[in-house]
């Protein structure tokens, strides 16, 4: 197994990555919303509608989450000529970094998911598809583009939704094509027969999916492998990593290997896209010439990210950094996270029901006018999250010779206090990415400051947070302590 630093390294490399995924798209729709009272014409839930979000799903979500780590895609798939299909082109056609070819059959309807949620609740999905297989024609133009793409990556993903688009006479012709042009393939598998993908590089089946292929129950770790060793070898596959939900993941290779990864998740929220992530991330990995091991480390790691989430989720590098690292580090280092791990953590308390509190500022040379602000702030709520002004930040609002202290060192003071929860690093001037992103329920500030003068305090307002200005101790400033040393 790698270590957390060698795992660290690899991740530096994926945005190097030139993936290309063959598969079905499909648009995923989330209603969010919340529950108050049952419907008085059926014991079901009435759903108080929010908002509505949309996302690539399927194959999309694939390429979402490899150009989250900063890898570069091809996304070709089949769509069909409707409302769904042109909102799936557009939103496709925005991501800088992917390269579409998105064929358009007439009369064939373009699959969407719609999830309903209340809090981190999923209540009822529905869906909008088709699974008949695409036409002829389609087959033969979506090889030929695929050849052309194939040529210019470094590793090929086919993402099986069985909607349609990996037929079982196209999914062996574009293993064969990407073997030809020297390039490994990782297949998300469906259905009964495995045989379709023989000779690809990696199989990613979830439990269920490994069951249906072989035909029986397989409730432990021996039947597990006993099955995989069994379809390597009889469909030369690389390996397969069969992912297990709480149980983790398992790794059994061509070799004769086996590794099994527990489950890096701390608390599951939403497993929904989780498996693409797995996906994107191994393949991203494998494109960079990783061990299969360490993919399998690096795929767990982000899949333990991406179930703490809620809705489909794309995992960025800076997530997965953070992910890798956190067992080597301390309580208090543990808090100091990038914006997403926040809106993960934020969006966990909050579905049980947590209030969130939110302040900033430079916090060089930390005094007791800080340690009262914060525990001002900490006393508004149940949580607390700091922003943290980078170095960069404040040299810009403080001018020459601060800060006094790195940011590093600023955020490990920060981390050390009972009352912080969580300290975010920004680099703009002012919080306001950060308080848009995590929607505090209180927003707090000194009294230096009137509550027309806080960053955010209109958003937050906005949406029926509160605006809290704490009060001052007063003779502490850091300036004041600043110029007491320089006399």
Not at 417 to 444: G, M, Y
Request: hydrophobic fraction near 45%; charge should be negative.
């Amino acid at each position: 197994m790698a270590d957390p630093s060698t795992l660290a390294a690899h991740i530096e490399t994926l945005g190097l990555s030139r993936v290309a995924c063959v598969g079905d798209v499909m648009l995923d729709r989330f209603v969010y919303g919340r529950v108050e009272r049952t419907s008085p014409e059926a014991p079901v839930p009435i759903l108080r509608t929010d908002r509505d979000v949309y996302m690539l799903g399927g194959a999309g979500n694939v390429v979402r989450n490899l150009v989250s780590l900063g890898a570069k895609a091809t996304l070709l798939s089949v769509i069909g000529d409707d409302e769904v299909g042109r909102r799936l082109t557009g939103m496709v056609g925005r991501e800088e970094r992917v390269e579409p070819h998105l064929l358009v059959e007439r009369g064939r309807p373009s699959t969407e998911k719609t999830r309903f949620v209340a809090g981190a609740q999923q209540l009822l999905r529905a869906d909008s598809e088709t699974t008949e297989a695409i036409e002829p024609r389609a087959v033969e133009s979506l090889l030929g583009l695929a050849r052309d793409a194939f040529a210019a990556c470094d590793v090929v993903v086919l993402s099986d939704y069985a909607k349609g688009v990996l037929t079982p006479a196209l999914a062996p012709r574009l293993i064969e094509a990407a073997h030809g042009a020297g390039r490994p393939v990782v297949v998300d598998p469906k259905g009964r027969d495995f045989a379709r993908y023989a000779g690809a590089a990696v199989l990613t089946p979830n439990r269920a999916e490994l069951a249906l292929a072989a035909g029986e129950s397989l409730e432990s770790e021996d039947a597990i492998v006993a099955v995989c060793r069994d379809l390597v070898a009889r469909h030369r596959f690389g390996a397969i990593l069969v992912t297990r939900s709480r149980d983790g993941m398992t790794l059994v290779g061509a070799e004769g290997c086996v590794a099994h990864l527990a489950a890096e998740a701390r608390e599951v929220f939403d497993v929904s896209g989780a498996g693409d992530t797995v996906v994107a991330t191994l393949a991203a990995a494998l494109g960079q010439g990783v061990g299969l091991t360490a993919c399998a480390q690096l795929a767990n790691a982000a899949a333990g990210v991406a179930v703490g989430r809620v809705g489909t989720a794309a995992v960025g590098a800076a997530d997965l950094l953070h992910a890798v690292r956190a067992g080597d580090l301390s309580a208090s280092e543990a808090k100091i996270v990038p914006l997403g791990a926040a809106e993960d953590a934020v969006a966990g308390w909050r579905a049980r029901g947590q209030r969130i509190a939110f302040t900033n500022g430079c916090f060089d040379l930390l005094h007791p006018g800080h340690v009262s602000l914060l525990r001002q702030a900490r006393r508004a709520a149940d949580r607390l999250v700091v922003g943290l002004n980078s170095d960069a930040s404040v040299h810009r609002l403080k001018g020459e010779g601060r800060p006094v202290q790195g940011e590093a060192a600023r955020a490990q003071v920060l981390a050390s206090l009972e009352t912080v929860d969580l300290v975010v690093v920004f680099a703009e001037d002012t919080p306001l990415r950060l308080i848009e992103a995590l929607r505090p329920d209180c927003l707090v500030k000194g009294s230096d400051y009137t509550v027309d003068e806080v960053v955010g305090a209109d958003i937050v307002q906005g949406y029926g947070g509160t605006v809290l200005i704490a009060e001052n101790e007063p003779g502490y400033s850091t300036t004041g302590t600043i110029d007491r040393l320089r006399g």
